[in-house]
């Protein structure tokens, strides 16, 4: 069995992952393709990704994200 460490939206493209990502405050959730990903948020780290990422319901800054393996 093999681990993959998915540390950048880049990584997700190449590893054909997806990008569940909920707010830690409302509970509202949106999952995203790798492709979505890069073309809203650029190729950098999941971790400035997150911190930049605003709830469209509430409005909080409060995002926990979520990497979905290939299907």
């Known amino acids: 069995m093999s ?3 998915v540390g950048t939206a880049a990584d997700l493209v190449r590893f054909g992952c997806s990008l569940r990502i ?3 405050r409302c509970c ?3 999952t ?3 492709l979505e990903v890069v073309q809203r948020c650029g ?3 999941l971790e400035r990704i997150r911190t930049r990422l605003k709830c469209e319901r ?3 800054k409060a995002a926990c ?3 979905l393996p290939p299907l």
Do not use: F, I
């Open 3 to 5: 681990y993959k460490h």
């Open 22 to 24: 909920e707010c830690g």
């Open 28 to 30: 509202a959730a949106n």
């Open 32 to 34: 995203m393709s790798a």
């Open 43 to 45: 190729t950098g780290s």
């Open 58 to 60: 509430c409005g909080k």
């Open 65 to 67: 994200l979520v990497v």
